[in-house]
């Protein structure tokens, strides 16, 4: 029996009646409720230091005195090489909308809410579907939330201190003519940074979908194996695409990158192992 049939077949812990449709879904729109909260909670806190937070935090990476700059000057100092010193940022931003900043700061609370919110969002998500699952099943995924919680905060992180002033720094100092002026409006900053953060954010993500699509026969080690060098250009295209046009900078993107997709290759050998285990012992 699949993972789903047992799913929607799952039992009530206390009650062990068969639970119909209808009841998982009321069971499901109680976990998003409940995130909501949580998301709506952190959102408002964030919203009561929203002036701070767009200074010191969203705007950090368009200021020339960003830490990732400084320390990345420093590193290519001590390696001897001047690629990792960046350009002093030369962007003004405007703002094109009457109730443009006041709508972003509700934009940018609820993002940043949802990011301090994940971890509960997916322990409210595990909680949901833990049921379907059998008892050597969620041996396996123990910790699930932890993990999933930490790749999520890695991938942010990633991005707002080495994506992001890459980028930034970048685009903000490109000119087709010294005629033109890089006057930036406010929403597509944020969009630029909130697409980088989260993305990077969901990137991270890989080894625990390759977990769990390997251990119901989906994905195999020996497929992404030889996928290999359709994976590594693709990463090489995102590296270039989203940092300035040198090698040591595209490098130094591609690289953690690389290592993500051999972990979740190990990941999904040791998983594919454990199902093919399982599979003769019931055969």
């Known amino acids: 029996m699949s993972i789903i049939d047992r799913f929607l077949n799952k039992r009530q812990t206390n009650e062990k009646a068969e639970m119909s449709f209808v009841d998982h879904i009321e069971e499901l729109r109680w976990h998003i409720i409940r995130s909501l909260v949580v998301i709506v909670v952190a959102s408002v806190v964030t919203f009561f230091r929203i002036e701070w937070i767009f200074d010191h935090i969203i705007m950090g990476p368009a200021h020339s005195d960003f830490i990732s700059y400084r320390l990345l000057c420093r590193f290519g100092h001590y390696i001897g090489t001047d690629a990792l010193c960046l350009q002093d ?7 094109n909308e009457l109730a443009g900043q006041f709508m972003m700061s509700f934009s940018t609370s609820f993002m940043i809410g949802f990011i301090i919110a994940f971890p509960y969002i997916f322990w409210e998500f595990w909680r949901f579907i833990k049921p379907a699952l059998k008892p050597s ?3 396996y995924a123990r910790g699930i939330v932890f993990w ?3 790749l999520f905060f890695t991938g942010v992180l990633f991005a707002y201190y080495l994506i ?3 980028t930034i720094n970048f685009f903000a100092n490109y000119q087709l003519s010294p005629l033109f002026k890089n006057i930036i409006t406010m929403a597509n900053y944020w969009d630029t940074m909130s697409d980088l953060i989260l993305g990077m ?3 991270f993500e890989l080894p625990v979908l390759v977990f769990f699509l390997s251990r119901v026969g989906i994905l195999t080690p020996k497929l992404m194996r030889s996928k290999r060098r359709y994976a590594i250009l693709i990463i090489f295209v995102l590296a270039a695409v989203i940092t300035p046009p040198d090698w040591f900078s595209i490098w130094l993107v591609a690289i953690p990158l690389l290592i993500l997709y051999e972990a979740s290759i190990s990941i999904s050998d040791r998983a594919n192992k454990a199902r093919q285990k399982k599979e003769q012992l019931y055969s």
């Open 201 to 203: 954010g969901v990137v």
């Open 148 to 150: 999933t919680s930490l």
């Open 164 to 166: 992001a002033p890459f």
């Open 89 to 95: 940022i030369n962007m003004q931003f405007q703002n």
């Open 137 to 139: 099943e969620v041996k």
